[in-house]
């Protein structure tokens, strides 16, 4: 029994390490931008590779999802089957967060900005929850409509919002370590990190969806 656990610890170690390592590839077009240029100066650069990157994110979900499997043939087995959907899904939370970004500039110096803000803040969190969310109903079903999976995903992480807080509050930490030390973000947390979010998607999304069949609408 003792043996069993040790190797379970280490089972679960080395798919964390392989996730990483694999995220990383996924990601490295992001990793370039934010270690060798100014990704404020280069956003647009910075905000097409992290669409690139998102996929990357559905097949950890992937691997996650189907533990017990090699986790190297899950993460691309994940990948080719979710990266149409998850690029789509990347690409609306990175568009949301450009309209947001303007909006915050243009009240910042109006009457009304700090209502502005706190509207604007709270807009942020709802998008960014539905879209974890998103991508987690993504990786459990690949054939999942995007519309149907953005509606149900946007009431899911409302329902459960206190779950929704948590995968935010951790993957803005991981974010913000990501953007300062990202070889370090990416070799040490990057797992965790998402697993927690998957685990934390998934329980919001069964009310909703049943996420062990195929999700075709």
Excluded at 155 to 169: G, N, P
């Amino acid at each position: 029994m003792r043996f069993e656990k040790i190797q379970n610890a280490l089972d679960a170690l080395g798919t964390a390490v392989l996730v990483n390592l694999l995220l990383a590839v996924t990601a490295s077009p992001l990793i370039v931008i934010v270690m060798f240029t100014n990704a404020f100066e280069t956003w647009p650069l910075a905000a097409a590779a992290a669409v690139v990157a998102t996929p990357g994110v559905t097949a950890a979900f992937t691997v996650f999802r189907r533990s017990g499997e090699n986790p190297f043939f899950a993460f691309f087995s994940g990948y080719r089957a979710t990266w149409k959907r998850a690029a789509l899904v990347g690409l609306m939370l990175v568009g949301s967060a450009a309209v947001l970004i303007v909006d915050a500039r243009f009240f910042a110096d109006g009457p009304f900005a700090q209502a502005a803000m706190v509207v604007l803040v709270v807009v942020g969190v709802l998008v960014a929850g539905a879209g974890v969310v998103t991508l987690t109903a993504v990786a459990e079903s690949p054939a999942v409509r995007i519309g149907g999976a953005l509606a149900r995903a946007a009431w899911a992480s409302i329902r459960r919002w206190h779950l929704t807080l948590v995968s935010l509050a951790v993957l803005a930490v991981f974010a913000l370590l990501f953007i300062n030390l990202p070889l370090l973000a990416l070799s040490a947390l990057a797992s965790p990190a998402l697993y927690l979010a998957w685990a934390n998607s998934r329980h919001s999304l069964r009310p909703v969806l049943d996420i062990e069949e195929t999700i075709a609408a």
